[in-house]
Structure formats: C-alpha cells, structure tokens
C-alpha cells in the first residue's frame, strides 16, 4: 500500500488519505513543461486520465465535436416522426413530466420549441403526496381523453400499466433503469434500456429531450423548414444535468459549460428571476446550478404545487416570472426548515442502528416525502455508506435513496421490488425512489442491505480521500482558481482538484444550524474556509474547540465574490491533526 498522504491513515472523518502516484506527478510535470500550464492543474489533469495531447481539447470541450447521432438511441427515428407528425397536424399535445429539476427542465425544452413552431402543449406535473413518481392511471387516462399525443419526459420506462390506459399514442423520453419489458409506446428514447449499449448512460433526461429536437430540426431542415435555435435552450440542459447529478463526461461536459455561457445572457426570464431572488451577482457556475437554482426549482415539487418549476422554466413572460420566482423562494426557505428536523431525526435513528453496515437507513412517521431525497443524501454523506429515508403515512411509506460510487442502487431498488419487497420502486445508479408497506420496511431494508453487500458496500473501509496536490495558503491565489477553472465545469464524476494545505492553525465559528466558518495560516497569508453541515459531523465539534491544536486541510478552492471584492475560499471537506 501507498503512503497515506500527509501521513494521514484515519482522519477526522474517519478517511485515509491518498496522493497522486508516481506516474501522475510525471505525467502532470511533462504536461506543464509542454502546455505552460500551472501544475496544480496539471496534476487534477493527469489525475483523471487526461494526456497532454488531449489537455487542449479537454479544456475547451466543443458541443460540435461531442454531441452524439440522436439516431444511437433506440426508437428515436419513430419518436422525432411522430412529433413533427404532431406539429403537423396540430394535434393535441400533453407533456406529462416528474416533478424535479430534469423533469421540469424536459418539460420546458419541449414546450418553448413548440412555441417557436407556433404550437402548443398541455403541461401535467403529477403531485408528489397524491400521485407519486410518474404517469399513473387515472391521469393518464384523462390526458389521453383529451390529446392526441402524451409526452412522457424523465418518466414512463416502467409504466406499462398507465401508458395503456392512455388510450392515444404516448412517446417515452427518458433515462431511467429500464426493465426486460417496455411499455406499449410508440417510442421509448431511453439510453438505459436494456437493450442500449451504455454509452450514453450518463444523459439525463433533458439531454435526451434535446437529442429528439436535434433530430427534430434536422428533418425539418430536409424539408426547408428553419427549426428554432436550440443552442439557445443549452442553459435548461446545463440545468438539468448538473441539478440531477449525471456526470460530466462526454458531451455532458460541452452542455453544461456552453450552457452556462447561454445562462450568463440572461435572457430566459424564469431563470433570470430566479437567479434575482438567489441573489446571483455573479456569472453562474455548476455549484450555483446545483446548489442555488436548483433546489428552488425543486422546491414546488418537493412542498408546494408540483408544476411550478416548469411553469417558471417555460415562461415567456416576465411578470410571471417573477411571480413564480418569488413563491419558489419562499417554499425553498420552508423545504429548508422541514429538511431540518427530518435530517435531526433521521440522523440520530441511523446512529442508532448503525452507520457501518452496507445501508444506512431511517423512517419516520409524518416525514415529509419532499424532503427525504435531501435527508438521504446527508445521511450518505455522513456515512459514506448508500442510504434510504421513508417518510410514514399509515400504513404506507415513500422514500428515497442515495448511492456512493461504484454501487448500483437503482438496480438494487428495482430487484427489491420485483421481489414483492416493495410496492414499486425504481431510479439510476446514485438514486432512487420507493414505496413500501409498514410491515415490510425492515425486512425490505435487510434485503436491500444484503444486495448492496454483494456490490462491495460496507465490506470496505471508508473510501479514500484523493488529494490532488499540496499548497501553502499563499500559493492559493485568484489567478489560480481562474485557470484551474478552466478545466471545469466541475461536479459528479469530473470533481475539481483537491488541495491539501500542511500544518495549520485555525479558528472556527458556527454559521446558522450546521456549518463552520474558518481562518487559517500565518499573518501574512491566511485563507477562509466554509464547511458545510461540519456539526453532523465530527469535523465540527473538533475544529470549534481546536484552542492551540494544529491541522491538515482538504477541500476545494474557489472564489468568494462579496461586496465587489474577489477573494479565495476553501470548500473545506476533511481535516486531520497534524
């Protein structure tokens, strides 16, 4: 085994952690010789298997260069040919999308397309308490009363049963786990069918949406028809993929980088008065996509009407915008205050029960099901174990879960219920959906708990934690966060150099529930620091009262833009004493 980093085999969250090998350090040095780029660059490059070669087109990702055939995907041909046929024939459309970010942003690209075509759509967001996840029977069935055509987005690859009682023609365009059996569509565009090969398994939903309108545009243009500028609608793609954490590889790269150029125009008046009641000052980033505008975007799903996200995604009027905008914000505020208690909650049962197993696991009565996505992926990362959180309403109870790297949650999920364990239940890789009865959560979660076992979960100490490169605070200056960033955009599967700052004293100071605010280095160049949620963790307790005590830093760098002054910050994630 290597040397731990720093000389660090437990830290205070329990991680080892571990540096780049021999062969990256060479690598990153040649690199920098060759590009003139910096070597903490360099070295996040090397580190995720980039030569120097491919260092150039790596940092400048082009849409032109990566985007796939649309006609890879199964079924595409005959889902971009029933949809023009409906544009055609003015034909009567519904969009019948989940409730989250990918499925809003869906919705929306599909919607603001037809507009342009001087067409339009009927939008239909099932309830999240009422209905659940996906198209269900009787709402199909009334759309299907009424259109001619339904467009299921982000949703649909495992409904057979409401896709048959739609009683008109339904297309499927989604990316979620796919059984041995589809449903009776005319199409199902969904790069993780079983029959799909995978090499587009990284696409979320609004990707594939925007595929279909690639190829929708393209057989316009075989009939001399201009179909409306899609490079336009590259800001809700970099929405949807960053928000529903698909990784940022590939083409997923292209979309989110040029999307958030597309975002920066500020000209899609939803997003801009989003951004206003967030309080963007800044150009945006993944961090603000994933961590600003997303969860207000979530938040009428999760606690309030379930189709405003997509409403304020699709508007074209700015009062309305503002509008939908502001009521975000406010049921954002009230997610937050709901996630809390649950998260108190749930935290302390799954301490309780244990956090060392393969799942960790909480259920409660009166938790609410918008929130238990949010609570599930605290507790993953408190773990670092995969992990479920079911909210109770009789005898009935509806969770969500969350994965770590290299465990299969989704397929996992989808077993337990063709197993009888659950009473339906399905997702992706990192997350996943269930309902389940009373009477059967423990063993259900037993079950779940041995399959995610036999993927390797829990059989492993805690995974390393990877450090790109060691800086002194006064190496650790704006004009290398900017170059750094262009590596980016950063986020799931493609994560932002990591740093590790030697031997340092620090002082800390609660920030509202959870969070640590920190100083650290000497009097001539000291860095602030944020750790979020460090108080469910040991990190807090530790580093509030470190009096005399000195650390090592981990985490990531970047720029904190307040009052019109640009200054560095660290991420802080891990610390251990020195």
């Excluded at 990284?202 to 393209?218: G, K, Q, Y």
């Excluded at 150009?283 to 603000?288: I, K, L, Q």
């Excluded at 469910?536 to 000195?550: E, K, M």
Aim: hydrophobic share 45%.
């Amino acid at each position: 085994m290597t040397r731990a980093f720093l000389n660090v085999e437990a830290s205070l969250t329990g991680r080892r952690w571990v540096g780049p090998g021999e062969a990256v350090e060479r690598l990153a040095e040649a690199m920098a010789q060759d590009t003139r780029l910096p070597l903490p660059l360099c070295l996040g490059l090397a580190g995720r298997g980039v030569t120097t070669g491919e260092a150039a087109g790596f940092l400048a990702p082009q849409l032109r260069d990566l985007l796939p055939d649309p006609l890879r995907l199964r079924d595409m041909d005959r889902a971009a040919a029933r949809f023009l046929q409906a544009l055609d024939r003015r034909e009567r459309i519904a969009v019948f999308a989940d409730y989250d970010v990918d499925g809003g942003a869906s919705a929306a690209l599909l919607i603001v397309w037809l507009r342009a075509m001087g067409a339009k759509a009927t939008l239909y967001i099932p309830d999240r308490i009422d209905e659940g996840y996906g198209p269900n029977v009787p709402a199909m069935a009334a759309l299907g009363a009424a259109h001619d055509l339904i467009l299921c987005v982000d949703c649909g690859t495992l409904s057979h049963e409401p896709i048959a009682a739609a009683g008109c023609d339904v297309v499927v365009l989604d990316h979620h786990l796919g059984s041995d059996t589809l449903p009776a569509a005319v199409a199902v565009v969904n790069p993780n069918r079983q029959d799909e090969d995978g090499s587009l398994a990284h696409l979320c939903a609004a990707a594939v949406v925007f595929l279909l309108l690639v190829e929708a545009n393209r057989l316009l243009r075989a009939k001399g028809v201009q179909g409306p500028d899609l490079m336009a609608m590259l800001d809700l793609v970099a929405l949807a993929t960053v928000a529903d954490v698909a990784p940022l590889i590939g083409v997923n790269r292209a979309f989110v980088r040029q999307g958030l150029r597309v975002m920066a125009r500020r000209e899609r008046v939803g997003l801009r008065a989003l951004a206003d009641v967030a309080r963007m000052d800044q150009a945006p980033t993944p961090y603000a996509l994933g961590f600003l505008l997303g969860p207000r975007v979530n938040a009428g799903g999760r606690i309030g009407a379930a189709d405003l996200g997509a409403r304020l995604l699709a508007t074209d009027d700015p009062h309305e915008a503002v509008a939908l905008a502001e009521r975000l914000d406010q049921l954002n505020t009230e997610r937050r205050d709901i996630e809390a208690r649950v998260r108190e909650d749930a935290l302390a049962q799954a301490e309780t029960r244990g956090m060392d197993g393969p799942l960790v696991w909480a259920a409660g009565d009166g938790w609410h099901p918008g929130v238990v996505g949010i609570v599930a992926a605290r507790l993953k990362e408190a773990s670092h174990r995969p992990a479920v959180v079911i909210g109770l309403d009789g005898d009935i109870g509806k969770g969500s879960a969350r994965s770590v790297t290299g465990v299969d949650l989704g397929a996992a999920v989808q077993r337990l219920a063709a197993e009888g364990l659950l009473i339906k239940g399905g997702g992706h890789k990192m997350a996943a959906g269930l309902t389940v009865a009373r009477s059967l959560i423990e063993p259900a979660m037993a079950r779940l708990g041995e399959l995610l076992a036999r993927q390797g979960s829990g059989s492993e100490p805690r995974e390393a934690l990877r450090i790109d490169s060691l800086l002194m605070p006064g190496a650790a200056t704006p004009a290398l966060i900017e170059q750094i960033e262009q590596a980016g955009p950063f986020g799931a599967s493609a994560p932002a150099p990591r740093f590790a700052f030697a031997d340092q004293a620090v002082s800390a100071r609660r920030v509202g529930e959870t969070h640590l605010r920190l100083t650290f280095g000497d009097a001539g160049a000291r860095i602030e620091a944020m750790c979020f949620g460090a108080l469910d963790t040991p990190l807090g307790p530790a580093l509030l009262n470190a009096g005399h005590q000195r650390f090592h830093f981990a985490g990531r760098l970047e720029i904190n833009h307040w009052q019109g002054r640009a200054r560095v910050q660290l991420r802080l994630e891990d610390a251990a004493r020195s």
